[in-house]
């Protein structure tokens, strides 16, 4: 399995960026997919939480408003849309995979143990 993030860079505060997830060795719509972030000299801590079919979504509450995750089971990509960032969104973001089908992305949460697969990270750096 081989999961590898894409789309990090630096912006100044306000602005936006897309982060991409793609995914190959398993059956992507098998899988809920999360992302999760590690700021610098912090523990990670999860961002926000897709069902396998996309029909459910789950985020931590300092980033409902500001992020959207969404997935394209067609393409195999999994999306991370960010906007009105901060600077302590600055963070190494990871996407991870999940084999449940449950309908509830709330339900499965942030528990890391539930995530076997996970990509490498994407750098976000928000700073003027």
């Known amino acids: 399995v081989q999961v590898t993030e894409s789309g990090g860079g630096s912006v100044e505060p306000g602005g936006s960026l897309r982060l991409s997830c793609t995914i190959s060795g398993l059956t992507f719509d098998d899988y809920a997919m999360a992302w999760f972030r590690q700021a610098p000299g912090k523990g990670r801590e999860g961002v926000a939480v897709?069902?396998?079919?996309?029909?459910?979504?789950y985020y931590a509450g300092s980033m409902k408003d500001r992020f959207t995750v969404s997935r394209d089971n067609t393409q195999n990509i999994l999306y991370l849309q960010m906007n009105s960032l901060k600077p302590e969104d600055t963070a190494i973001y990871f996407c991870a995979a999940a084999n449940y089908l449950g309908t509830s992305a709330q339900a499965l949460g942030f528990l890391e143990s539930q995530y076997p697969y996970w990509g490498q990270g994407t750098q976000v750096t928000v700073s003027s």
């Open positions: 897709i069902s396998w079919s996309g029909g459910s979504t």
